[in-house]
């Protein structure tokens, strides 16, 4: 089975540099979320997107943003990189079915792992 | 306060025997779910078992199970035949409403259990 695809899977950058996350959500999967797991913590949510419009905002810095394309896909960009931005970031998407019983499962990508140095 | 309470920060289990990893939650939400992630080492976050809030039956995916007791707010994952490929890090998480509604369902996780499993 397809499963949420991350490019690129690891990066390295230098203190106030950009950089550009992607995420390819599992087929018909209509909402990407974006999660970030500093070293030895849990995934704090940052930001998600149904049907291509931001849906909800979490505990993201200004200094990123995200969108989602036409075909679903999803870009995570992160500009004035700090050391402390150094975390696996994850891309995870659903299907929201309706109904007052529903399972709308989070599947998870592989994750990118940025180092800032 | 924490919505999500994991209170063993690691256990040890022999191989083929069952561990309990304990987990408590926190919502005044009518309508949600909870879930249970497990994270090897590699990194990637691996979907075990889903639990809905008006499921009247405790969820089973083949060696795990999840003990649901909903007047206590506790979602424990139960393994059954612990294997070496268990050893990895577990977290319980729970989606609620989002805050602006619609298509919004973020997850909110646990610190996590370090699980090791013992040969």
């Known amino acids: 089975a397809a499963g949420v695809i991350q490019s690129p899977r690891h990066l390295i950058k230098e203190k106030r540099e950009t950089a550009t996350l992607k995420c390819y959500p599992i087929?018909?999967?209509?909402?990407v979320y974006w999660y970030q797991q500093g070293p030895g913590q849990d995934p704090q949510f940052l930001i998600s997107?149904?049907?291509?419009?931001?849906?909800d905002k979490g505990s993201i810095p200004d200094r990123f943003s995200a969108q989602q394309f036409s075909d679903y896909h999803s870009e995570l960009n992160m500009s004035s990189l700090e050391l402390g931005d150094s975390a696996l970031y994850f891309c995870?998407?659903?299907?929201?079915?309706?109904?007052?019983?529903?399972?709308?499962?989070?599947?998870f990508g592989p994750g990118t792992r940025l180092t800032v140095l | 306060a924490q919505k999500i309470t994991q209170t063993q920060p690691g256990m040890f289990v022999q191989e083929k025997e069952a561990v309990t990893l304990d987990c408590t939650y926190d919502?005044?939400?009518?309508?949600?779910?909870l879930f249970w992630y497990k994270q090897p080492s590699s990194g990637e976050m691996i979907f075990l078992i889903y639990?809905?809030?008006?499921?009247?039956q405790n969820a089973t995916e083949g060696r795990y199970s999840l003990n649901f007791q909903k007047a206590r707010k506790s979602a424990n994952l139960v393994i059954s035949a612990s294997q070496l490929g268990d050893s990895a890090m577990y977290f319980c998480?729970?989606?609620?409403?989002?805050?602006?509604?619609?298509?919004?369902?973020?997850?909110?996780f646990g610190k996590g259990t370090k699980l090791s499993v013992i040969p």
């Open positions: 087929p018909r999967h209509d909402t």
């Open positions: 998480a729970m989606r609620e409403e989002g805050n602006s509604g619609a298509g919004s369902y973020q997850l909110t």
């Open positions: 639990q809905g809030s008006y499921d009247q």
């Open positions: 995870a998407s659903s299907f929201l079915p309706s109904g007052p019983s529903y399972t709308d499962t989070q599947y």
């Open positions: 997107f149904y049907e291509k419009m931001q849906s």
């Open positions: 919502t005044s939400d009518p309508s949600y779910g």
